[in-house]
């Protein structure tokens, strides 16, 4: 007997993180592959966990980590450490 599936989305919270690729230099090495150093993070609505969908933008490499903390802290998400042993869970 097949267990009930849950919906997609239900266990997760998803984050993309997009990199500009207009209006960029020709020639040298830039290729199909290459994109700015600058872009946005969207935490897509989820339903399941009240999310309501988010985004912001991040102009460096060097912003892109702390933009994502800002938008996860500024949607109440919280992100636990993997730890060793599951009974030493860490906030991040």
Do not use: C, H
Request: proline share 5%; net charge positive.
């Amino acid at each position: 007997m097949k267990k009930n599936k849950k919906p997609w989305g239900y266990n997760m919270i998803r984050v993309n993180v997009r990199f500009n690729v207009s209006d960029l230099p020709e020639g040298g090495n830039i290729d199909d592959r290459t994109a700015w150093a600058t872009g946005s993070i969207t935490l897509p609505q989820n339903k399941y966990r009240s999310i309501d969908g988010d985004k912001v933008f991040f102009s460096g490499l060097d912003d892109l980590m702390p933009k994502m903390r800002d938008l996860l802290k500024k949607n109440d998400i919280k992100l636990l450490k993997l730890p060793a042993k599951k009974a030493d869970f860490e906030d991040l």
